[in-house]
């Protein structure tokens, strides 16, 4: 063998290292990008070529719609009429219109109460949703508690009008829920007593302080809820409904997971029921079948209505979102939590609800975007949301053009757009953020 | 020695600590109040409707309705009866339902398919698709679809035709009607026949590859076989079946069937709208299959068509279907939007006898009825199917 090697003559022998040559034009940069991803076989060719040509032209038509033919400047429906201004949007009724697609028929003077009520939501939340800011439960109790309170007076213009009955009514809740409380803690004495006292006294507290808070005069005009439309209403609808939803939806799923019959049995009746039926037959429920349900002679808002139906309807939903938290926890947790004597109450609130409900913060986001574009449905019954108002402009004679129904419903369409993409993308970037701690 | 007596009956609790005790109190106190507030509502709901002078009970339904609906499948006139109306309804929402259903699974799944494309403009197209169209609320896409595209379309006098056979115009789309004649069942026997066919061709291949490992050509035969046989009962007859072609007057299309833009608007939208949704679906379904068995499949010699067809899409489907039968249910639930825009599906016409009749109570009732009728047929179908496509593990 080695023979073999001495008797091999090497004819040549390379000295310096030959540079690596740079790889063929065609598979680098954008002419390479191009040819893996856009043309790599005949087929894929022609698909590109239909594909690049569809979506052009969908982008000239939107791009000549919006932008060349479109009418920016203009008092009245006169500017978008006639030969070369009815081709394009009407942009210029939706700038005249665009306070009250915000604001709805808020007196223009109050509108100012509106602003806050915005500005401060959106201050307080949003580093409620930056994870890394602290804080978090200061923020929540001031977003939770004290925000619906304040944005309450603030809109309606509190001085409610509490008279003793009402007072009286409220006290039959309390007491409805303070006498079983004391009894459980100084007859029974399941519960420590002090605590008892201390919680019996703390709700009478809240509920006198809450009385106490809407019946002030702060010198705010009244402003009905008819007179309330637009963004507002649709934000109020969105927002309160996830936020009745939530405690609601808690509860829902822990009874469904119940090992009492009745209390499950009664807990998946409520959730298929609601899950089962369309949102528009809830709205026409809350609407017309509420106003039989409460005593004669009773006669209530018809905002809030369509609150009660949205808030029940998506509490089924969201019963059902923290229902897959629940189930993706360990049942090692609750049993380690029964091990160290914690009660059901305790492991739900320091164990297994914790885990659960951060698990499911994507799953809460989305379905907020869902109610959020469900919004548009109380428009059906006569609520003057987003969709409603932008709609108006169509019966206005002053902005009577051609293009006026297409800019208001594609103006919609992107408003709402914009926001539910925006929560959307959020949605995704916290599931990636709470995936790490779960991947091995 | 003192023996301890009775080691195994439990220790001693509190009466009120006992978990047995405590879920009874528990579930009675909830049973009370439930049925206190059910008490509370049906008293008021009595004492309202004895107020406002209205009778309950389901007898309204034989009254003569006396409004006209835009779109019926069945006979219906103004001298029809609510229940009539009502079953108008019922039957308009089963058909957009089924009409979008089919329509927005092929929309779906090629935009399933597309999204995962190597192409990357195809992969972005789709993507974009899917972006808008899920971010955008029904009811708008809907009143875009009635109100600004269907209404730019020209009046029936310039309609848009493809090949002469379908007319688009701002009364809506207009398709040849067929018309039966005599002997036209035979070409319906010849497609029962092919149905039948098939079924026991498909079980004796089946049969015959487990025996042998021959192949049929299964799928071309089916193909032919139910073209075949129709058409030879078509000729056997003597040709009894005609089209009648819409045709352009002044002011009207003559003949034909005409489909009210408002069916149109509100089939497009929920159609293209849910694709958007089952796209997304049928991608995370077809990516859930590991690429183990992708290679696995080619490994042992086959080529990538048969690998979709016989490896990927059976598990795809697995992952695929249990979501896809919800959305076909929001379909439907989502086809009640339809009182927007004025096409008399259930809610729709079922809203017309409530505000003439009054009888609230008993509309909804009707409605939730029908919807959970709906939803339980679509929970059942899944849990059969889970049970039957749940994989078979030692």
């Known amino acids: 063998m080695s023979d073999l090697h001495a008797e091999t003559s090497v004819a040549f022998v390379r000295t310096q290292e030959v540079p690596a040559s740079p790889p063929p034009a065609n598979i680098t940069g954008l002419q390479g990008w191009m040819r893996e991803n856009l043309f790599p076989t005949p087929l894929q060719s022609v698909l590109t070529v239909v594909m690049g040509g569809i979506a052009a032209y ?9 932008v060349i033919h ?49 500005i401060v939501g959106v201050l307080a939340l949003v580093p409620m949703l930056i994870p890394s800011l602290p804080y978090k439960t200061a923020n929540a109790i001031f977003l939770l508690a004290i925000y619906p ?122 959730i298929e029921l609601w899950r089962g039926v369309p949102l528009i037959t809830v709205l026409f429920m809350a609407s017309v079948m509420l106003p039989l349900f409460l005593p004669p002679g009773t006669n209530f808002d018809k905002l809030l209505r369509a609150l009660v139906g949205v808030a029940l309807f998506s509490s089924a939903y969201m019963a059902e979102v923290v229902r897959g938290g629940l189930q993706a926890i360990p049942k090692g947790q609750t049993e380690a939590a029964q091990a160290l004597g914690l009660t059901f109450w305790q492991n739900m609130g320091l164990i297994t609800l914790p885990q659960a409900l951060k698990l499911v913060i994507p799953g809460i986001v989305n379905t907020f975007i869902g109610l959020f574009k469900d919004t548009t449905l109380v428009s059906i019954i006569g609520l003057y949301d987003l969709l409603l108002i932008i709609q108006t402009a169509n019966t206005d004679a002053n902005w009577a053009a051609p293009q006026t129904h297409s800019t208001g419903l594609f103006a919609a369409a992107a408003l709402f757009w914009i926001f539910c993409f925006g929560m959307s993308r959020y949605s995704m970037f916290m599931e990636r953020k709470l995936d790490t701690g779960h991947k091995r | 020695m003192s023996v301890v007596t009775g080691g195994d009956s439990p220790p001693k609790v509190a009466f009120f600590n006992d978990p047995k005790v405590r879920s009874w ?111 955008v609320p029904l009811l708008i896409q809907i009143l875009i679809w009635y109100k600004v595209v269907l209404a730019a379309l020209p009046s029936p006098r310039n309609a848009l035709s493809i090949g002469d056979t379908i007319f688009l115009s701002n009364r809506g789309v207009t398709i040849p009607k067929f018309l039966w004649g005599e002997g036209a069942w035979m070409i319906v026997a010849g497609f029962v026949l092919a149905i039948a066919a098939i079924w026991w061709i498909v079980r004796w291949s089946r049969a015959r590859q487990a025996a042998t490992g021959e192949q049929f050509p299964v799928f071309l035969t089916s193909l032919g076989l139910l073209i075949g046989l129709p058409l030879l009962g078509y000729f056997i007859a003597g040709a009894p079946l005609q089209f009648e072609f819409p045709e352009q007057g002044n002011f009207n ?23 958007a949704f089952i796209g997304e679906i049928v991608r995370a379904g077809i990516l859930a299959v590991n690429k183990g068995q992708t290679e696995a499949s080619h490994a042992l010699g086959l080529r990538s068509g048969p690998t979709l067809r016989l490896v990927v899409i059976p598990q795809a489907m697995r992952v695929i279907i249990p979501p896809l039968a919800s959305q076909y249910l929001n379909l439907t639930k989502n086809s009640s939007l339809a009182v927007a825009i004025g096409y008399p599906d259930l809610v729709a016409a079922g809203g017309t006898v409530l505000n003439q009749s009054g009888q609230a109570v008993e509309i909804i009732s009707i409605w939730m009825a029908v919807y959970l009728t709906f939803s339980l047929l679509t929970s059942l179908f899944m849990n059969w199917f889970n049970s039957k496509m749940k994989l078979v593990e030692r």
């Open chain 2, 25 to 135: 109190a528990v579930q009675i106190a909830l049973v009370a109040v439930v049925a206190y507030f059910a008490w509370q509502i049906f008293n008021n709901t009595v004492a309202n409707l004895r107020e406002a002078n209205i009778a309950s009970g389901y007898g309204f339904l034989d009254t003569t309705a006396g409004f006209d609906l835009s779109f019926t499948l069945i006979p219906y006139t103004e001298s029809s009866t609510y229940g009539r109306a009502v079953m108008v309804g019922i039957l308009n929402t089963l058909l957009v339902a089924v009409c979008g259903i089919i329509a927005t699974t092929i929309i779906g799944f090629i935009v399933g398919i597309m999204r995962l494309s190597k192409n990357w403009l195809v992969a972005k197209v789709a993507e974009v698709y899917v972006e808008v169209m899920r971010n």
């Open chain 1, 70 to 118: 479109a009418v920016f400047v203009g008092e009245s429906g006169e500017a978008c009429r006639g030969e070369g201004r009815q081709e394009g949007a009407c942009w210029a009724m939706a700038g005249a219109r665009f306070g009250q697609w915000i604001y709805g028929f808020y007196p223009i003077a109050e509108r100012w109460r509106v602003n806050i009520v915005f």
């Open chain 2, 253 to 275: 299309l003559r003949g034909g069937v005409g489909l009210v833009p408002e069916f149109a608007a509100l089939f497009a939208a929920l159609s293209i709208y849910t694709a």
């Open chain 1, 58 to 66: 969908i982008v000239w038509l939107v791009l000549d719609w919006a």
């Open chain 1, 149 to 270: 309170i304040m944005a309450l007076i603030l809109l309606t213009g509190g001085h409610f009008d509490i008279t003793g009955s009402t007072w009286f009514t409220t006290y039959l809740f309390v007491a409805a829920v303070v006498l079983p409380l004391l009894f459980l803690g100084f007859v029974a004495k399941i519960i420590d007593s002090k605590l008892a006292l201390f919680a019996s006294l703390g709700i009478a507290g809240v509920a006198a302080l809450l009385l106490e808070i809407l019946s002030i005069d702060f010198g705010l005009t009244y402003v009905e809820t008819s007179q309330w439309g637009g963004l507002l209403v649709t934000l109020v609808i969105a927002v309160t409904g996830i936020v009745a939803s939530l405690p609601l939806g808690v509860l829902l799923a822990l009874g469904r997971r119940s090992q009492m019959p009745v209390v499950k049995l009664f807990s998946v009746a409520f």
